[in-house]
């Protein structure tokens, strides 16, 4: 293993797939975090054939297969229950899972940069639903929190949960909420404060010239009608039809803005007439308005560009839930990273056909 700064480090990385199968893009990324790690415990739901687990003997120090309920805070659980007299010899403990593409950088260089952050734990973002919490998908605990009565007692009394839902609010948001509480320093790698903001302009923006578009067809239509016609009441049903459609679209325009930004142009104002004292101010604002929004979809072209972002969620590609542009996804990590694309792009595929079979088998 490459030391980074001499930390020692334990990874537990939790594992699922429907096909019981080690797919490439993890194996991957267990190759590269291996680099930071000295100890690597690889927890599965997946009934694992013999010669993947033969793949696996080089990367990892341990495999544990255990019962397909809980999701990744139920493996990690089970994990460092497995783990709990040897996490006494480790600086750093780092929680993970597949539920991510990459790493697009390398994590020596990501945790070298962290270790001048004074902070007790990370990770890669955070989100602001229901509380402020370090997402998940890759956290990393220091010393001071992994020897604490706060760290030790949350895992001791966290219980199974059923729901993804109920993780989240039990497991993720819960875990950073109880150190924060205790008094420790949480922190982040990306910086996304600001994305954040400028993320709301680029949509006011959108929704004006996509307003303008419909504007301009709706005119032509208009144009269009009365070049053919000569006849009055046809004019005045086209007026009103234009009229009532205009109003329809402006609407839903208006309301879209007033959703996305609420007070925002009286913020803006303020910001303009007195930058210098309104500019944290702005940011926090336009930041609360977005705190439900997950920015490793919303941002995820952003971080990766001007962030440095090392991950890709594997939901985001496959079922993009809140409908973001994803189509260049390959051109974009290209742009930054060696990263083999070709990884995502053949799970998405052995994805996509599994969930078709399940869509025909449910409508027969």
């Known amino acids: 293993m490459s030391q980074v700064n001499h930390t020692k480090r334990l990874c537990i990385f939790a594992h699922f797939d429907k096909d019981n199968i080690l797919d490439p893009y993890v194996l991957f990324y267990l ?15 997946a009934s694992l054939a013999p010669e993947t687990l033969a793949t696996l003997k080089p990367v990892c120090d341990a495999v544990l297969i255990r019962k397909n309920e809980g999701y990744d805070f139920a493996g990690w659980k ?14 750093e403990l780092i929680l993970c899972n597949d539920s991510v593409y990459g790493p697009f950088f390398p994590l020596e260089q990501i945790f070298s940069e962290m270790k001048e952050n004074a902070c007790d734990f990370w990770g890669i973002t955070s989100n602001y639903d229901i509380a402020y919490h370090v997402q998940s998908y890759f956290l990393v605990f220091r ?20 729901s993804k839902k109920n993780v989240i609010k039990h497991g ?12 420790f320093r949480a922190s982040t790698y990306t910086r996304h404060r600001l994305l954040l903001s400028l993320a709301i302009v680029y ?22 009608r009365l ?17 009532k459609e205009a109003v329809i679209s402006a609407g839903r325009i208006l309301c879209k803005i007033k959703n996305t930004i609420g007070k925002g142009f009286h913020k803006i104002f303020n910001f ?10 702005l940011i926090l604002f336009f930041e609360l308005r977005l705190k439900a929004v997950n920015v490793t979809h919303f941002l995820w072209k952003q971080l990766i560009l001007y962030n440095k972002m090392p991950f890709i969620k594997v939901d985001l590609l496959r079922d993009n839930p809140m409908g973001v542009d994803i189509g260049d996804y390959k051109h974009v990590i290209s742009r930054v990273s060696n990263y083999n ?8 595929s052995r994805a996509r056909k599994r969930s078709g079979e399940n869509t025909m088998f449910k409508a027969n």
Request: aromatic share 10%; no cysteine; charged share 25%.
């Open 31 to 45: 190759q590269e975090i291996r680099k930071v790690a000295d100890r690597l415990v690889f927890v599965s739901t």
């Open 78 to 91: 089970f994990a460092l229950q497995s783990e709990a007299e040897a996490l006494n010899d480790f600086d």
């Open 143 to 162: 010393k001071t929190v992994l020897v604490s009565s706060a760290f030790q007692k949350f895992w001791k009394e966290m219980e199974i949960q059923k």
């Open 172 to 183: 993720e948001v819960h875990l950073s909420q109880t150190l924060l509480k205790a008094g």
């Open 203 to 224: 949509s006011v923006q959108f929704f004006i010239v996509k307003a303008g578009i419909r504007i301009r067809k709706e005119l032509n239509v208009l144009f269009v």
């Open 227 to 243: 070049f053919h016609s000569r006849r009055e009441d046809h004019l005045r049903k086209s007026l009103a039809a234009l009229i």
């Open 272 to 281: 303009i007439l007195h930058p210098g004292k309104k500019f944290r101010r």
């Open 341 to 348: 694309a070709s990884l995502i792009a053949n799970h998405l």
